[in-house]
């Protein structure tokens, strides 16, 4: 079946860069998400890559995609005290489709 | 970026009660709606996927008469705990996506309901 997973906590420095990442399984996942989760609230879509797609840059974060290996990372530049929050990554077989999620990552930002 | 609304945000009510929270996509439309449940520290658990105009499509282990879903417009998709009990206290998500049109998931703000 369909696995996506993520480590459990980051713990980073205030202007340094943060790097989460995600393994999944499934070989047919097509679209491959990042989203951000703040106490108390919904889901932030950040980005999406296609799977036939290396790498994915929007201002300060980049998403870098190993298809070969099934790994998919995410990168954000001068890390700030806004970007605590939770991280989940996940996977559908086309946009709009069904999500397999993540557990999250917790990004705990220190001044 | 695309909206979703979701009403209402929070929920306390006592055990027995129905209670309706609406999930609304306002600027594009939508054709699915996903319907997801979060305990706390966990990931999303999605409960069922819901097509405009038929019958919503349910996980597995979800009880389709104990959580009722209707999506009988383009932007409008509701979701109803009947008869709630302490159990279904949580943290429930909605999210709007066209797959036909290449929308990826767009998310709405959650409501976090308490039964007392």
């Known amino acids: 079946g369909e696995d996506v997973e993520q480590s459990l906590f980051l713990s980073v420095r205030e202007g340094d860069s943060s790097v989460i990442n995600c393994t999944y399984t499934d070989s047919s996942s097509t679209y491959l998400y990042w989203y951000k989760q703040e106490p108390g609230a919904g889901l932030q879509l950040l980005t999406y890559?296609?799977?036939?797609?290396d790498m994915k840059q929007d201002q300060r974060l980049t998403v870098l995609l190993n298809k070969k290996d099934k790994h998919l990372s995410l990168r954000i530049a001068d890390t700030q005290t806004g970007d605590s929050a939770i991280y989940f990554c996940a996977e559908s077989k086309a946009a709009g489709n069904k999500l397999t999620f993540g557990g999250g990552t917790r990004v705990l930002v220190k001044p | 970026g695309a909206v979703v609304s979701q009403h209402p945000s929070r929920v306390i009510c006592k055990s027995g009660t129905s209670v309706k929270i609406e999930c609304r996509s306002l600027?594009?439309?939508?054709?699915?709606m996903f319907w997801y449940r979060q305990f706390p520290k966990q990931s999303l658990m999605l409960m069922a996927t819901s097509n405009e105009g038929s019958k919503a499509t349910y996980e597995q282990g979800v009880e389709k008469d104990k959580f009722l879903i209707n999506h009988a417009s383009l932007t409008l998709s509701t979701l109803t705990v009947t008869s709630a009990h302490p159990e279904d206290s949580s943290f429930y998500i909605c999210?709007?996506?066209?797959?036909?049109?290449?929308?990826?998931?767009?998310f709405g703000d959650g409501t976090r309901l308490s039964i007392l």
């Open positions: 890559i296609f799977s036939n797609m």
């Open positions: 999210s709007a996506s066209n797959p036909g049109g290449n929308q990826p998931q767009h």
């Open positions: 600027d594009f439309q939508a054709t699915t």
